[in-house]
C-alpha cells in the first residue's frame, strides 16, 4: 500500500535559525564585565546548532526518500496546441432496469370485468468484468402476495452469464427458455395487445424458465444458438380437478425453481438465422421425464415434449410474424387411470398456432401508432392416454381467436393498447381490453 511522504518542516528549520540569529545577536551586545551570562548565552547558541544540524539532516533524508522529479521536455514552438482527448465513456457496472402493465379486461357478461396489475418487475444487473455479469429479475404479479390474495412474488431470472470470446458464452442459474418468439422477449412494449398470445400461453407456457447451464453463440453469419441441461416439469403437480391442465398442460406443472425436483433433468436446443436485415427464422426443443423418479408413481416412465418453429419479418414499417408450436405427454396412460371420472385428464398432445400483422406509423417525434390484427388456433387436448371409451374426453376441441387492437407508444418505453378478441367455440369469453405498459 502506498504511504505518503512527511511534509518538509520548515517550520522547524526556520524557527530554529531565527533562536540562531537572536542568539548571536544578543551575543554581540553582551558586555564583558557579565561572564556568567555571556556563557549561558554561548551555551544555548551551541545547542540551537546541534538543533539546526539535525533538522538539516532530516531535511536531507526526505529530499533523498521523494521520487526525483522529471524536467518537463520543452514543447516545440512551431506546433500548434494539440486538443485534449475526449474523456472514455465506461458502461456503468450496476444496472437497474423494469417493466409494468396495468390492465383492463371486460367479457361479454359485463359483471366480470376486472382492472389488475398483472406485473411489477425490477431487474438487476451487474457487470463484474468485460466478461462475466449477473442477470436477475424480481416479479409481482396482480398487486399483493398473500396467503389469501392471488398475487405472487417470484424470481423471473437469476443467472450468472460469462462471455468465452466474442463467440461464445455461457450461462448459469434460472434463466428464460429460449423457445418462442414471446419468451425471452415479453415486455409490454415488445408485443401486441393488451394480453399476451394464447398459443405462447397456453402451449409454451410463458414465461418460462428453468434452472440450469447453457452454452450458446452468436455468429457474423447471423446464427444463433443455445443449447443445454435444465430442471424439467413435475407430473405429480397435475391436479385433474382443476381447471389449469386444460389452459395450460406444462404451466399447471411447471416447477419455476421452487425446490424443484431434479431426479431427471431435462435437455433443450434452439436456433435462430438473422442472415437478412429484419428477418428471424428460428426453431427450439425441449425434452425430459416427467415423472421425476417419484416412488409408487403410475407413469414412471412419463415424459414432456416441446418444439416449435418461429418466423419473423420487419420490411419497413410492417412487423410480421407466425409461431408454430407442439407439445406432448408421452406415457402418462396408468396415471390417467388413476384419475378416472375427473375433469382434466393429461393429454397425450396440444398444439397451437398464429399469424400476426402490425404496421408501424411515425407520428412525429418518438409517438408511434400500430394497429394490428392476429389469427390464433390452439388446442390444449388433442388425445388422453390410459381412459376407457366412457371417461374419455376424446378432444378438447380448437379454439380460434380473432384479435385487432392498437399499440400507441408515447415513446419507447411508454404504450397504451387496446384490443377486441373474438373466440369461435367459447363465445362467452369475447372481451374488450385496455391496458398500459412501460419497460426501462
Known amino acids: 500500500m502506498h504511504r505518503p511522504t512527511c511534509p518538509v518542516p520548515l517550520s522547524r528549520l526556520a524557527l530554529v535559525a531565527a533562536l540562531a540569529i537572536n542568539a548571536s545577536s544578543a551575543l554581540g551586545q553582551t558586555q564583558p564585565q557579565n561572564p556568567s551570562a555571556q556563557e549561558q548565552l554561548l551555551q544555548r547558541i551551541d545547542l540551537l546548532a546541534r538543533e539546526l544540524e539535525r533538522v538539516k539532516a532530516e531535511l536531507q533524508q526526505l529530499k533523498q526518500a521523494q521520487p526525483t522529479a522529471q524536467p518537463a521536455a520543452p514543447a516545440p514552438a512551431a506546433l500548434p496546441p494539440v486538443a485534449a482527448a475526449p474523456a472514455t465513456r465506461t458502461e ?45 429479475e ?136 438473422r442472415g437478412i436485415p429484419g428477418l428471424r427464422l428460428g426453431a427450439s426443443v425441449f425434452g425430459g421425464n416427467a415423472a421425476q423418479g417419484a416412488p409408487g408413481f403410475a407413469s414412471p416412465d412419463a415424459k414432456v415434449g416441446l418444439w416449435d418453429v418461429h418466423a419473423k419479418w420487419t420490411p419497413g414499417a410492417w412487423d410480421l410474424s407466425a409461431v408454430y408450436a407442439r407439445g406432448s405427454i408421452s406415457g402418462a396412460g396408468d396415471f390417467n387411470l388413476t384419475l378416472a371420472g375427473a375433469p382434466t385428464p393429461v393429454p397425450n398432445a396440444f398444439d397451437g398456432w398464429y399469424t400476426q400483422a402490425a404496421y408501424r406509423w411515425q407520428l412525429g417525434g ?57 373466440f369461435s367455440l367459447d363465445s362467452g369469453r369475447n372481451r374488450v381490453d385496455l391496458g398500459v405498459g412501460y419497460a426501462f
Open 366 to 422: 418518438d409517438r408511434t401508432l400500430a394497429p394490428f390484427v392476429r389469427y390464433e388456433r390452439y388446442n390444449t387436448g388433442r388425445g388422453f392416454d390410459g381412459l376407457p371409451a366412457g371417461l374419455n374426453p376424446g378432444a378438447y376441441g380448437t379454439e380460434t381467436v380473432r384479435t385487432v387492437g392498437l399499440n400507441f407508444y408515447l415513446n419507447p418505453g411508454i404504450v397504451l393498447k387496446a384490443d377486441l378478441q373474438r
Open 92 to 136: 456503468p457496472a450496476t444496472v437497474i432496469s423494469g417493466y409494468g402493465e396495468i390492465n383492463y379486461n371486460r367479457p361479454k357478461d359485463g359483471s366480470q370485468a376486472q382492472a389488475d396489475i398483472r406485473r411489477f418487475v425490477i431487474g438487476l444487473q451487474h457487470r463484474f468484468d468485460q466478461r462475466s455479469k449477473l442477470v436477475s
Open 138 to 273: 424480481l416479479e409481482v404479479e396482480h398487486a399483493i402476495a398473500s396467503s389469501s390474495d392471488k398475487g405472487e412474488v417470484e424470481v423471473e431470472q437469476l443467472y450468472i452469464e460469462h462471455r468465452l470470446n466474442d463467440t461464445y458464452g455461457l450461462r448459469a442459474g434460472l434463466f428464460l427458455m429460449p423457445v418462442g418468439l414471446l419468451n425471452t422477449n415479453h415486455e409490454p412494449t415488445a408485443y401486441y395487445g393488451v394480453e399476451r398470445n394464447f398459443v405462447e400461453t397456453a402451449i409454451i407456457p410463458s414465461t418460462w424458465r428453468e434452472g440450469g447451464v447453457q452454452l450458446f453463440g452468436e455468429h457474423d453469419s447471423g446464427i444463433s444458438w443455445a443449447a443445454g441441461i435444465s430442471t424439467g416439469f413435475d407430473l405429480g403437480k397435475w391436479d385433474g380437478k382443476a381447471k389449469d391442465g386444460r389452459q395450460s398442460p406444462l404451466a399447471s406443472i411447471h416447477q419455476e425453481m421452487q425446490l424443484a425436483k431434479a431426479r431427471s433433468l431435462a435437455w433443450f436446443g434452439s436456433v435462430d438465422w
